[in-house]
């Protein structure tokens, strides 16, 4: 276990070093003068002598990488430029991070409400036609895009059917959390559906391979009914293979939130990028870039970990190389 | 192939022999004529390409000439009505009185050549990068090459699409003496997202095919790497490439549509599905459903219709696969 950890950690650490390069990049891939550019039309001498000192854009490429690396790894994002002028990107960050993964973490829900009993019933109608057609449903909720979707909902449930909870607007958990949790249904179906065709589509495959092994044929053969093969066998082994989703899921639900904030009107991470894009403010959007690629892979690597807890076959794998 | 000794009848050695000499194309064409759902999405692809190529003759109107609302009546009007100067909105107009279903077809018309654009420069830049590490596996090369594509796919290609797109600003763009035109910027952009992977999978059919004989073959009549790549190894890779195109071009075209909705792809007055969305959104309460639902269901459509497509050539190209696999 220790060594399929280790060697699991040294994958990681590279690729979040590399990722970290591009992202500090990004300020200099800018055509122009990226202090100009984020100044705009308040650029002054003092402002400006002041703004290059504090990203450090006098010191040589690397030294600012390092040094920008540095500040990261102790949490300082650096300070906002034009959003909230002076304020630590991380500050700006935290308020809205509770809304984002809030909003990821009640799309799962709603993708494994829905995924689990389609992808189960679809695996054992094989071929007949609820199969046929949940799977049709399946691939036509693959294709909708998360906006298209919201905006569908607001007019259906909002507009025609005169439902004020469901025009978007965001209710913070302190002030009420039904209250919240009523406005963060929509953007979470949203959110979720896309992605609960994606889990359904993989359950349904997953399930009919379990159920093509010769174990389950075993079990058959000795009497033992399918619905007991089914929740004993079948289920568990399905969802294996299933949970190596989540990982990536992250990434794509981080993604599709910067939409979904958007329709919805949730002040989240999202949200926050577009602005960032729209005003220049290179902190701001560094900051994001960056978190979003740290909770994308210390997921992915969680998974893994889990993963190879559940099946140790993937560990003895990796240590026999 | 020599016949066997015991004495057999004709028809049972000729008809199998005979079901075995389909070319792969025909086998191809075969397998995919079963699959309802894949040729609905040939269908579905096929119908908007004849849109977007002639989308000038198709639309009924210019598709940023406005028209003024009748006496009494503002844009957005739903669909079936007409302007002051008589002029048919089958699909109702916009809030500048803009012909919707005219405008859908130019959208259409921009949203496949944006991704079209972009997918042809990621299988280019992918197919070199895989190409290349997967002929020399092992060496530093490879190992560089495949750590960049790790390193890129660590981003959700959403928001490493948004960043780009944030450090390069909105609209024409000057690298050095280059001026990039927008629709050209975003084309690399969403591109630069998606070749790794390309990448990945180009390697991968690559170590398969560098284990045939064919290559050995190759390699001992005195065909250099890049020949031996180029000319031999890069033929057998295209079917996996084109069902990874063909998936990839659903993803794309869904990336091409949120940066516009979003407000940073195209930019007006150039007409774009996404945008229209967005516009759309202004006008729910007045209940002008007809204003979101043409674009989107547009959009919808294209994307059902590559992925059904890409899942179909997938099984089609690969039953072994399919299999496990098909939907």
């Known amino acids: 276990m220790g060594v399929y950890l280790f ?30 550019v984020m100044l705009g039309p308040m650029d002054d001498p003092a402002l400006r002598a002041k703004l290059v000192r504090q990203l450090g854009l006098d010191l040589p490429l690397h030294e600012q990488y390092l040094r920008w690396l540095g500040k990261a790894l102790q949490g300082d994002l650096g300070i906002s430029v034009t959003i ?55 691939m036509v909720g693959v294709s909708v895009p998360n906006f298209f979707l919201g905006i569908m909902l607001i007019l259906i449930i909002g507009v025609f059917l005169h439902q004020a909870w469901a025009t978007g607007g965001f209710v913070p958990l302190k002030t009420s959390v039904r209250e919240n949790l009523i406005r963060m249904l929509l953007p979470a179906v949203a959110l979720g559906t896309a992605y609960s065709a994606l889990l359904m589509r993989m359950l349904r495959s997953s399930m009919l391979d379990v159920m093509s092994q010769d174990y389950v044929r075993t079990a058959r053969a000795m009497g033992i009914g399918w619905p007991s093969i089914i929740r004993q066998d079948v289920v568990k082994n399905a969802l294996i293979p299933v949970t190596t989703v989540f990982g990536n899921s992250i990434g ?70 | 192939m020599s016949t066997p000794d015991v004495a057999v009848h004709p028809s049972d050695v000729i008809t199998p022999t005979v079901k075995k000499h389909r070319g792969l194309l025909e086998e191809v064409w075969h397998n995919f004529r079963k699959n309802r759902l894949s040729l609905t999405g040939g269908v579905i692809v096929v119908m908007a390409i004849i849109i977007a190529v002639f989308a000038p003759l198709l639309a009924p109107y210019n598709p940023v000439e406005q028209f003024s609302a009748p006496l009494g009546q503002h844009h957005p009007l739903p669909p079936l009505s007409r302007s002051e100067e008589g002029t048919l909105f089958l699909l109702g107009s916009d809030k500048f009185g803009r012909d919707i279903l005219s405008r859908a077809f130019y959208g259409c018309r921009t949203l496949l050549q944006l991704a079209t654009g972009s997918i042809t420069i990621a299988f280019a830049l992918g197919v070199l990068m895989g190409g290349v590490a997967g002929y020399r596996k092992g060496s530093w090369v490879d190992e560089l090459i495949m750590r960049i594509v790790d390193i890129m796919l660590s981003f959700p290609s959403l928001v490493l699409a948004i960043a780009l797109v944030g450090a390069f600003g909105i609209g024409r763009t000057q690298i050095g003496p280059f001026s990039l035109s927008n629709m050209f910027k975003i084309a690399i952009v969403i591109a630069i997202t998606y070749s790794p992977a390309f990448a990945r999978v180009m390697r991968g059919v690559v170590l398969q095919e560098t284990a045939e004989d064919y290559v050995d073959a190759a390699k001992m009549s005195g065909g250099s790497g890049w020949q031996i790549l180029a000319g031999e190894i890069f033929v057998n890779t295209i079917p996996p490439l084109i069902v990874q195109a063909s998936l990839n071009m659903a993803t794309t075209v869904l990336t091409s549509a949120s940066l516009s909705f979003l407000g940073l792809g195209l930019q007006p007055p150039r007409p774009s599905l996404g945008i229209m969305l967005n516009e759309a959104r202004d006008y729910l309460f007045g209940g002008a459903w007809w204003y979101a639902l043409v674009p989107g269901t547009f959009i919808l459509l294209i994307i059902l219709g590559f992925n059904l497509l890409g899942d179909g050539l997938r099984d089609s190209l690969d039953p072994r696969q399919a299999r496990r696999t098909r939907l």
């Open chain 1, 84 to 138: 909230q002028r002076g304020s630590p990107v991380l500050e700006l960050l935290t308020q809205r991070y509770a809304i984002t993964l809030e909003l990821a973490f009640l799309s799962i829900i709603v993708a494994l409400l829905i995924a689990v009993p389609a992808g189960i019933t679809s695996a054992l109608r094989q071929n007949r036609l609820s199969d046929h057609v949940s799977r049709i449903v399946a």
């Open chain 1, 252 to 321: 794509y639900l981080l993604g599709g939130s910067i939409v979904t904030e958007t329709i919805f009107r949730l002040p989240g991470v999202g949200r926050l990028i577009i602005i960032g894009v729209d005003r220049r403010d290179y902190p701001v959007i560094q900051g994001i870039v960056l978190t979003i690629v740290l909770i994308r892979i210390v997921v992915n690597l969680s998974v893994d970990i889990l993963y190879s807890v559940i099946d140790p076959r993937i560990r003895y794998g990796a240590e026999g190389e």
């Open chain 1, 7 to 36: 060697k699991r950690l040294m994958l990681a650490v590279p690729t979040l070093l590399g990722a970290s390069v591009i992202i500090f990049l990004l300020i200099h891939i800018a055509p122009g003068d990226p202090v100009r």
